[in-house]
């Protein structure tokens, strides 16, 4: 059964991106006098909130329910989640997101309907096929599915297949092996995408000599933060997992402290270390530090055991639901802490 690393994916990811999400958009520099250091939720008041990086997870993890294995089934479940997802006013969600989301409720196909970009948005909800999946074409051809959705540019899905495959390493592996995952990418994806294997060998060589997270980031020119765009994010995410494999808290802080798109960056090692370690690694201060309705962490603990359950072959399971109307609200109140947190910044310290 893979409950443990489904249901730790999936709350790994929450967390990460509940305690990333108020260092989201600011440089490490200001963010340390602003809010402090990333060990406790800064969101409200004590309490963190998750945003679309874990809302996708969890529509990607129903999908793959739904499926029940089959890509196309998957793709038209995910389209239609995703639809009504845009509809529900969701706050901060990425720009080709929202864009293929609106192509989608004006007729076109899933196949259609994603827009040339780069963005990291594949990428943030890509940890679970890992998590999930035994058999590496079948996890390519759902990442596949999953990415070309909201995302053509290829980019975006070799990215994610990185994070895809870190996750089922991470899984599989008491001790991790940063040339054996990287052999597997460079299968996936192909030598031809040498952009992106030349970053993360650099990841895995900065890893080797002891360099930490923040200054293989400033190696890449990041020094005022991660951007959203995939080859930032992945390779940064990929050396905090590579630095800390089996530390979740450790390597959720040492991304965070990097700045910039830092609720998806802490998402994603949220993911993959949580993949690894389980619902009993990541610390229970933060599991129970998440408000939460209607995806709790009960909730999302639900979902990731009716998938495990539904990946067993167990056809009667039906994935949990949320109600949208409590959504909605929820949603309202999101935006009115984002707000605030915008009017923050603008005051001092700088």
């Known amino acids: 059964m893979l409950t443990e690393p489904i249901v730790g994916c999936i709350l790994g990811t929450a967390v990460g991106d509940a305690l990333g999400l108020p260092y989201e958009g600011v440089s490490p520099k200001r963010a340390a006098k602003l809010l ?127 994070v895809a495959l870190a996750a089922k390493h991470s899984r599989d592996n008491e001790t991790v092996d940063a040339n054996l995952w990287l052999d597997e990418v460079v299968d996936a994806v192909g030598e031809a995408e040498s952009e992106l294997i030349d970053l993360l060998r650099k990841a895995i060589q900065s890893v080797n000599v002891g360099e930490i997270t923040k200054t293989f980031a400033k190696s890449l020119g990041l020094d005022r933060g991660v951007t959203g765009y995939t080859y930032h994010t992945v390779p940064v995410a990929i050396h905090a997992w590579l630095s800390n494999p089996k530390d979740f808290r450790k390597a959720v802080l040492s991304i965070i402290v990097c700045g910039g798109d830092a609720d998806t960056t802490a998402a994603i090692v949220g993911g993959i270390v949580g993949a690894g370690v389980g619902q009993a690694g990541i610390p229970g201060e933060w599991l129970d530090g998440i408000w939460e309705w209607p995806r709790s962490v009960a909730w999302m603990q639900r979902l990731g055991e009716a998938l495990a359950d539904s990946l067993d072959g167990d056809k009667s399971v039906k994935s949990p639901t949320a109600n949208p109307i409590a959504v909605l609200l929820r949603n309202l109140l999101f935006l009115f802490i984002v707000l605030f947190h915008g009017f923050r910044r603008l005051a001092p310290p700088y």
């Not at 329910?65 to 529900?88: E, H, M, N, Q, Y």
């Not at 969600?93 to 948005?121: C, D, H, M, Q, Y």
Request: glycine content about 10%; overall charge positive; charged content about 20%.
């Open 36 to 162: 402090g250091p990333p060990d406790r939720y800064r969101f409200f008041f004590r309490r963190g909130m998750i945003s679309d990086d874990t809302e996708h997870t969890c529509m990607v993890a129903q999908s793959l329910i739904d499926a029940g294995g089959d890509v196309p089934k998957f793709t038209r479940s995910f389209a239609r989640r995703l639809r009504w997802w845009i509809l529900a006013l969701p706050a901060g969600v990425g720009k080709a997101t929202a864009r293929s989301g609106i192509k989608l409720w004006l007729g076109a196909s899933p196949e259609k309907a994603g827009v040339f970009s780069a963005g990291n948005g594949p990428a943030m909800r890509a940890a679970i096929f890992g998590a999930a999946l035994d058999d590496v074409p079948s996890i390519l051809s759902f990442v596949r599915a999953s990415s070309r959705l909201t995302h053509s540019d290829p980019k975006a899905e070799c990215g994610a297949i990185a």
